[in-house]
């Protein structure tokens, strides 16, 4: 047996949803001081339980609402659990929301400081690596223009680069081959797979299951929050298969 670097134990993680329509911020300060304000629990994840090995590359399978983003959110450590705990060991490169943590006022160049800072890197290494960032992201003289005017592809090609930056020791990827155009779709594959060949331990999302056959060798499948199938990747995808027809 490997050595865990990722367990997750009896992990659950609930939203209070209001069940009452407010229509604006008064009418809500006053029903909340009155205590009129109803709410209803909404579980995202319940009781969810598996470990992962180093250098195994999981897929996590679920279809929408079933609480995948959640997960990784948690695992991640940028959303905490309701109950129970996810741990992890060594350094994480989260590809998730890529550029969620964007000021939309600073310019591009300002902005892979800031987000370079948020993923943990220091002010001395991210200007070593400045100029291989700004190559990659293919956004030239856009780097010095604010990011409120960046497409939503700009702005995932910003966060890609900043974030592969790194050679992490944990990868989660949500759905990252998704981002810019085609040729930067190319691009950004090539890179993760260079990552893969370093011995990278990967969670990742998507809705291609050729694709989750294609990268990982192991797969947990989520069904509306709760953990219904884990093992090797081409037997979770059957019963995914089975369950989506």
């Not at 960032?133 to 960046?150: A, C, Q, R, T």
């Not at 810019?180 to 990967?202: L, Q, W």
Request: glycine share 8%.
């Amino acid at each position: 047996m490997g050595k865990v670097v990722i367990k997750v134990d009896r992990l659950g993680v609930r939203f209070l949803m209001s069940s009452e329509k407010v229509d604006n911020l008064k009418e809500f300060v006053i029903k909340k001081i009155k205590h009129q304000m109803n709410y209803k629990q909404f579980w995202a994840l319940r009781d969810v339980s598996f470990s992962v090995e180093q250098g195994d590359r999981v897929g996590i399978l679920g279809l929408n609402g079933a609480g995948k983003s959640t997960l990784l959110k948690v695992i991640a450590g940028v959303m905490k659990a309701t109950e129970g705990n996810a741990s992890t060991k060594g350094r994480i490169a989260p590809l998730l929301e890529l550029g969620a943590g964007f000021d939309l006022q600073y310019t591009g160049a300002e902005n892979i400081y800031l987000y370079g800072a948020v993923l943990g890197y220091s002010k001395d290494f991210i200007k070593e690596k400045f100029n291989e960032i700004v190559e990659f992201s293919e956004l030239g003289d856009f780097i010095n223009v604010p990011v409120k005017n960046y497409s939503s592809g700009m702005k995932s090609r910003l966060g890609f680069s900043i974030a592969t930056i790194v050679e992490p020791d944990i990868l989660i990827l949500d759905e990252v081959f998704a981002v810019g155009d085609a040729k930067f779709r190319k691009k950004s594959e090539k890179k993760i797979k260079s990552m893969f060949k370093t011995g990278v331990t990967v969670l990742f999302v998507s809705h291609n299951i050729e694709q989750v056959k294609t990268i990982c060798n192991k797969a947990i499948l989520l069904e509306k929050g709760t953990l219904i199938a884990q093992g090797e990747v081409n037997d979770v995808c059957d019963i995914y298969e089975m369950k989506i027809k």
